[in-house]
């Protein structure tokens, strides 16, 4: 039983899908735990746990060359300044029903363990659509899951703060990339997670990705074989790209992960099953509350055909 297995067992178990209500302390932190856990993207922004259904976010900006030469025995005044801003995530309340009939309960294999796997089911789907509304998220859509939140892509469209970019007519994914990330304010091309490697990132849908990648190989049949043969993610001058599948062709983020903020409340993540025997079903709830936001709009570049 490999580490991903034992973890989701010990997340979500058929006692989580009891008698209904609200989860305990440590089936809370073991549900979340578990979404982290299947989702690599939801690891890799920031994600945060809220104690109440609000949370401010705050961040700070540090003015540049504020350097003197020290002056002996004399005064030396402040020549740097230090500015906070503040988000907010303000959590919205969502609900996942599912129907499943009593007769598959009766000729499922797994008998006694359904309800674990069930409950295993429902946390990755959970996992899978917060994702999406993440990036898809616009609460003036028609669509009943689309509305149900505003994503990063619409905060950062409808922010005057971050940096947009119209791409109508850019068919060269190396000039998209190029155009991208000459946006990008000078400062933040200095944030590094290590020497080489910059916290900045590009984020394209998987069509997009894969026509940069055939573009590699028109230029370099070695090293673009290797990639489309490897299915590693590839770079643009040494900027990392990240295929998300729920982007569409047309939009790119241009930002560090953790600039994405996710919070989920973890104090009100309920669960509920039902037994309707005069629908010959079970009835499956899952209650939650969360919220996105993007921490600083100044290091956010959106791409998007604006003509």
């Known amino acids: 039983m490999n580490n991903r297995t034992l973890l989701s067992k010990a997340a979500v178990d058929t006692s989580t899908l009891g008698t209904g ?9 073991q549900f979340i735990t578990f979404m982290k856990d299947y989702s690599v993207f939801l690891r890799s922004v920031d994600f945060i746990t809220m104690q109440t259904t ?20 004399q005064d030396n005044p402040a020549t740097g300044s230090f500015s906070t801003k503040q988000r907010e995530l303000n959590a919205v309340g969502v609900i996942m029903p599912y129907d499943i009939t009593f007769q598959f309960m ?6 006694g363990n359904i309800n674990t796997t069930l409950a295993q089911l429902f946390a990755q789907q959970f996992a899978n659509d917060t994702i999406d509304l993440a990036f898809n998220g616009n609460e003036t859509s028609t669509d009943d899951f689309l509305n149900i939140n ?8 409808a922010d005057g703060g971050t940096h947009k970019i119209d791409n109508a007519g850019i068919t060269s994914k190396r000039e998209l990339f190029k155009t991208l990330l000459g946006a990008v304010p000078s400062k933040y091309f200095q944030m590094y997670q290590q020497e080489d490697k910059s916290l900045l990132k590009l984020l394209v849908s998987h069509n997009v990705n894969r026509e940069y990648k055939e573009e590699l190989t028109e230029r370099n049949t070695a090293l673009g074989d290797s990639l489309l043969i490897s299915g590693n993610h590839v770079a643009y001058d040494g900027f990392e790209i990240i295929p998300v599948g729920f982007l569409s062709d047309d939009v790119q983020m241009v930002t560090p ?23 010959t079903r079970h009835e499956y709830t899952l209650l939650a509350d969360f919220d996105f936001e993007i921490h600083n709009p100044d290091v956010l570049v959106m791409g998007n055909k604006r003509t």
């Open 21 to 29: 209500g609200k989860m305990n302390a440590e089936q809370s932190t």
């Open 54 to 73: 609000r949370r401010v976010l705050e961040y700070g900006d540090i003015s540049r060359r504020n350097m003197r030469k020290a002056k002996e025995n």
């Open 106 to 111: 009766k000729e499922n294999i797994e008998k």
């Open 150 to 157: 505003n994503g990063w892509v619409a905060i950062g469209e």
């Open 257 to 279: 992960l953790k600039n994405l903020a996710y919070g989920v409340y973890g104090g009100n993540i309920e669960t509920y099953h039902d037994v309707v025997p005069r629908k």
